[in-house]
């Protein structure tokens, strides 16, 4: 689920972005239609009312399929999130756009992104199995906070029932029950659920009870929900604020590097 936005959304966005800033510095820049600053400003908003309408479509897809009814609470930020990553997903590609010069350097700086972005949010690997020097790149990662925020609204407090296969089998010594073998073991804080106390042969233990312990182990928690839907909506903010950041850079006496750079791509991939 979470490549499908960026992967699709983005590729369509930046060439789009950039047809409309050619034209804008061609024609309406030194006419004076209208400043950079509107160019910038209606890209994000007409991109960011098809992600919203994306984000809740996916969301009465994605939520009642995956997580059924749930609290209403947790159905809204969830749909909160889905919202959040699609209009990240937009305003990132208008980030990458803003400074290239061509959709094909965009397409390759997001695909570097995109990458490092779903590699570090600590679903294939956990922030613990990091090397220290990576760590950092889980903290800053997008992907981390939405993925947790998600999985958290939609998963916590869930039953977790083992297939045989994840079953501890074993024999409790003659003469006891499953039950009373493992009590001093359960009544001290065991993080499983014994399923047949009353036998006295092939107890079945299942080593976890609820979806919170998996979530930890990839340091996802019910209570930073509100907290890394927060984060995610900063991060949207940031790549407005570079689009208009380096616009402004951009269209300064001091900022005419960019051009020159332009040109001197044009030449060599003629």
Known sequence: ?????????????IPKFILQRSLYEVRERHSNTY???????????????????????????????????????????????????????????????????????????????FSMMILFAGVFQPPQALPSFWVFMYRVSPMTYILSGISVAGLSGNTIVCSQDELAVFNPPGGTTCGSYLASYIQGGALGTL???????????????????????????????????????????FNGAFVFGFYFVKVQPWGKWHERVSGMWRRTTR
């Open 35 to 113: 400043s950079w600053a509107v160019l910038a400003l209606a890209n994000i908003f007409v991109e960011m009312v098809y992600n919203i309408l994306l984000g809740v479509i996916s969301f009465a897809i994605f939520n009642y399929t995956l997580f059924g009814i749930r609290d209403p609470e947790d159905q809204g930020i969830v749909l909160l999130f889905l919202v959040c990553f699609y209009v990240f997903a937009g305003t990132f590609a208008q980030m990458v756009a803003t400074p290239v010069p061509n959709p094909l350097v965009g397409g390759r700086v997001t695909t570097i992104l």
């Open 1 to 13: 689920m979470s490549g499908l936005p960026l992967a699709n959304n983005v590729p369509q966005t």
């Open 195 to 237: 399923l047949n106390p009353e036998a006295t042969a092939d107890c079945s233990y299942c080593p976890l009870k609820s979806a919170d312990q998996v979530l930890a182990r990839s340091d996802m928690y019910y209570d930073q929900r509100w907290r890394n839907w927060a984060i995610g909506f900063a991060f949207i903010v």
